[in-house]
């Protein structure tokens, strides 16, 4: 038997009824809203730069993490934090996830009036919590040179700080910098009442013509200070060739040879050098005239040999020298 037929309206109907129920099962899943993902939670950093107990403004400030909290490994942190102290002296770090951090002022920003106290301390960052730290500065004063050869400037040399003081501090101090095209330079975080030597280097004929001069900052000031190098004339200069002979063998293994002097005008030469027994002599072009202090000492290790017995020396202008020095045997 044939099923009985249904008459196309009622055939519609259905259609349409099945349509609806399906759009409207649709309409409630896409209004269904969208599970929203759970924040991280965070925690802050408040780290307070003082120096001698007063806020200090504009210090860029870092916050490293280490890994869990309360664990000290140190890790590069390439999405460290980083604010500047306001007016009060006080870095804000948010945003952190909890851990263990190195708080820190890095020593490359800080200004040259600017010496290092405690830059550096750790903070553990809870959730919804504002650790603190504090980091301290002290005043340092600068020395502002000028390299001088007569009326011109001289911007190839070297400038060098030393001192026998002892200075405690988390970052370098004594920052010198070279001399620019106009032959000025600058000394940076130098400590107060510490005494200091500034050496400014100029090489010639295989030594240094040097210029040294000594401070003790009373106050974080700066001073201004030239270093004149003497105008020395190239017909002036003198030839010296020097070496080391063993009585009755001829030449040393290895050694070094030294060649100093401190000219009345207050510059000083000075060439070092090291040899083997190769460089039966060693020239020096270009040494200015002058009495001499020349010495030789044999290499750690060398047993043929201990060292020469000091000489003097004096150099004419314009001479051509040749000098053997005479070694020691070990006693």
């Known amino acids: 038997m044939r099923p ?13 009824a099945v349509t609806a129920l399906l759009a409207a099962a649709l309409t409630r899943v896409s209004a269904a809203p969208a599970p929203a993902s ?3 939670p965070t925690g802050s950093i408040e780290a307070r730069v003082i120096q001698f107990g007063v806020p200090v403004a504009g210090v860029p400030i870092q916050a490293r993490n280490t890994g869990e909290p309360g664990l000290d490994v140190w890790m590069e942190d390439s999405t460290a934090v980083i604010d500047t102290t306001d007016k009060n002296g006080v870095a804000h770090l948010r945003g952190l996830v909890p851990g263990r951090y190195r708080v820190l002022a890095h020593c490359g920003r800080l200004t040259g009036d600017r ?11 809870i959730a919804g919590q504002v650790a603190h730290s504090t980091l301290t500065l002290r005043p340092g004063g600068r020395i502002r040179g000028r390299v001088m050869e007569g009326e011109r400037p001289v911007s190839r040399a070297t400038v060098e700080t030393q001192t026998i ?16 095209p106009d032959g000025r ?9 510490t005494h200091l030597w500034i050496k400014v280097y100029r090489p010639l004929g295989g030594g240094d013509v040097q210029l040294w001069k000594d401070f003790t900052l009373a106050d974080a000031d700066t001073i201004e200070a030239t270093w004149n190098f003497p105008a020395l004339d190239s017909a002036q200069l003198a030839t010296l060739r020097v070496g080391v002979r063993i009585p009755g063998e001829g030449p040393v293994d290895i050694g070094r040879i ?6 009345p005008d207050g510059w000083r030469y000075f060439a070092g050098f090291d040899f083997t027994i190769g460089d039966t002599l060693h020239t020096l072009p270009s040494v200015p005239p002058g009495r001499y202090g020349l010495r030789a000492t044999s290499r750690a290790g060398t047993k043929k040999w201990w060292n020469a017995q000091p000489e003097s020396l004096v150099v004419e202008p314009g001479a051509n020298i040749t000098r053997l020095l005479t070694a020691s045997y070990p006693r």
């Open 165 to 180: 003081d002892a200075i405690a501090s988390s970052c370098p101090t004594l920052d010198a910098r070279n001399p620019g």
């Open 4 to 16: 009985p037929t249904v008459p196309r309206p009622a055939r519609r109907f259905a259609a349409l």
């Open 185 to 193: 330079f600058e000394v940076g975080r130098v400590p107060i009442n």
């Open 115 to 125: 010496i290092a106290g405690t830059i550096s301390t750790r903070a553990d960052v």
């Open 38 to 40: 759970a924040a991280k």
């Open 258 to 263: 030294e060649l100093s002097t401190i000219h």
